[in-house]
């Protein structure tokens, strides 16, 4: 979903003209722009330490059917943050697209080009490629644009005049690289004078995801606030996908079929709703059987599996058609790719075929790092809603949890306790043993809470019933900043699996 195109400014036009985002590239239209959906549419030693989460599999209601984010960019500036924020509302987005493109020569300012006559031609009115249908089914409009000499491009005006904005919420945004919004959404305002115009603001090209949704909150606009953002009462996150998950769950790496069955069973007994899994853990079937046998509603079970490099990158499709047959339960919540490998963008968009399909409902990558999603992130359509990586108080990620979730994607973190011949010593840890017992709770439980409280899904896996229930059991206490201190001082970087 992202495409992360980044602006190119000249030195002399940043001198001479623009304050805009849109600098002087080639518009990045698409001929054939229509309105499309953002989102689908969400103790003590434990035996077995993993990774993953999540939980309820349906998308969430709101008012984001009734929003669109329209926008025009002639870098990707605009486009970027337009999709920030349908992504942040579940809303529709539509791209306003010139029936002709601007080339370079036209956005070449003051040259007496394309954009510097429109500009200063009070009349012009660009055409636009397409129209927005039932433009009538929708109460609010984000409206995205870059600065033109201090003003919206004139192709807003067109938009603005080719449709009924009465009784409509618009709020307005532009890019730019230095002014404000200015009098250039007020000049706006006389082209749909029955509307309800909330104050705009400038944005400039490395805005993150987390701030246009502060920004959508703060003006009351749907529940952009409640995407990436923990809801301790309900115990899920929201997704970017649109739907929701359960922020803690099980891990199933290492567990026998048996033991897997037993464990499931048991986890959904106690009231967790999160499964993690994989093709190479060799107990998809047994994951499926237990969900089979349960009385939960499928619907209120979030499972995540994962595909594998090698064979299965290279034949994703019958990688994807596998999992759902060994997992036998209608769907799959989540898909990741297992690890970054030999074809992972081919994989990757295969299993966005299947989301397309409705047979995936979000996708996610784990072990991927910076360096990885900047490179792998341009490459495809769909936004991943999870990155689970290793994380545990000795090895904390500081600096990848914060950029991860700037980009609107949720954190999950397997081998929370340090994996197998590290649990020990990070349970035994005197500072966790010391917070652990002024709660009266495991430190297992202090690791988890640690977790949850700097936003990182958790997926401890264990075959031991008592302490699946306790991994559950995250709630009745709470840890002062001096303690998320203390246990943030153990960090020692120290990576105890894949690299």
């Known amino acids: 979903m992202k495409r992360f195109v980044f602006l190119i400014f000249t030195a002399l036009l940043i001198c001479t003209f623009l304050v805009s985002c849109s600098g002087n590239q080639p518009a990045e239209s698409n001929p054939e722009t229509q309105v499309t959906t953002a989102s689908s549419a969400p103790k003590e030693v434990n035996d077995v330490n993993d990774k993953e ?46 029936a002709e493109p601007y080339t370079d020569e036209d956005l070449a300012y003051y040259t007496n080009c394309r954009a510097d006559r429109e500009q200063a031609d009070p009349s012009a009115r660009p055409e636009i490629s397409d129209s927005v249908e039932d433009m009538e089914k929708y109460d609010t409009v984000i409206l995205g644009y870059p ?25 307005p945004f532009c890019t ?59 115990k899920t996150v929201l997704l970017n996908s649109g739907y929701e998950m359960p922020i803690m769950g099980l891990g199933t790496y290492s567990l026998s079929d048996e033991e897997c069955y037993n464990s499931v069973t048991a986890l959904l007994e106690a009231g967790g709703r999160l499964i993690d899994t994989a093709y190479m853990y060799g107990n998809e079937a047994a994951v499926g059987r237990a969900i089979r046998d349960s009385d939960v509603p499928r619907e209120d079970i979030f499972v995540i599996t994962k595909i594998y490099p090698g064979e299965q990158y290279k034949n994703p499709e019958k990688a994807v058609r596998d999992a ?31 989301v397309e399909d409705g047979k995936i409902h979000s996708l996610g990558l784990s072990n991927f790092y910076v360096k990885e999603l900047e490179e792998f992130l341009p490459q495809v359509d769909i936004m991943p809603a999870l990155v689970q ?10 600096d990848v949890i914060p950029y991860i979730q700037n980009l609107g994607i949720v954190v999950q973190g397997w081998y929370p306790f340090g994996g197998r011949g590290h649990t020990a010593e990070l349970l035994g840890d005197p500072i966790i043993s010391e917070i652990a017992e002024n709660h009266g709770v495991t430190s297992a439980q202090v690791i988890l809470r640690w977790n949850l409280q700097k936003g990182v899904v958790v997926i401890p896996g264990s075959s031991n019933p ?23 001082a153990l960090d020692r970087g120290e990576k105890h699996d894949w690299c």
Do not use: C
Not at 325 to 349: F, S, T
Not at 466 to 488: A, C, P, V, Y
């Open 324 to 354: 759902l047959d060994k997992l036998d339960i209608g769907y799959i919540d989540m898909m990741l790719l297992h690890h970054p490998g030999e074809n992972d963008v081919n994989a990757y968009k295969t299993m966005e075929k299947f």
């Open 53 to 98: 989460t999540s939980e309820i599999s349906t998308p969430t209601e709101s008012d984001g059917s009734s929003i669109l984010v329209a926008y025009f960019s002639a870098t990707g500036t605009t486009e970027k943050l337009a999709e920030y924020a349908a992504e942040a509302l579940g809303a529709d987005i539509y791209e306003i697209t010139p």
């Open 147 to 171: 600065i033109w000499h201090g003003q919206a491009p004139k192709i807003i005006y067109t938009f603005l005049e080719s449709y009924d904005f009465s009784g409509k919420t618009i709020l």
């Open 389 to 398: 990586n290793e994380i545990h108080p000795y090895y904390q990620e500081n």
């Open 466 to 488: 008592k302490h699946i229930r306790e991994n559950l059991d995250l709630f009745g206490f709470e840890l002062s900043e001096e303690e998320i201190t203390q246990i943030n």
């Open 176 to 234: 730019s690289h230095s002014s404000g919004i200015g009098s250039s959404a007020e000049n706006l305002h006389e082209l749909a004078p029955k509307s309800i115009w909330l104050d705009g603001e400038r944005f400039s090209a490395d805005t993150s995801q987390n701030e246009i949704a502060d920004w959508l909150d703060e003006n009351e606009i749907g529940a952009a606030s409640d995407v990436g953002r923990f809801d301790f009462e309900n």
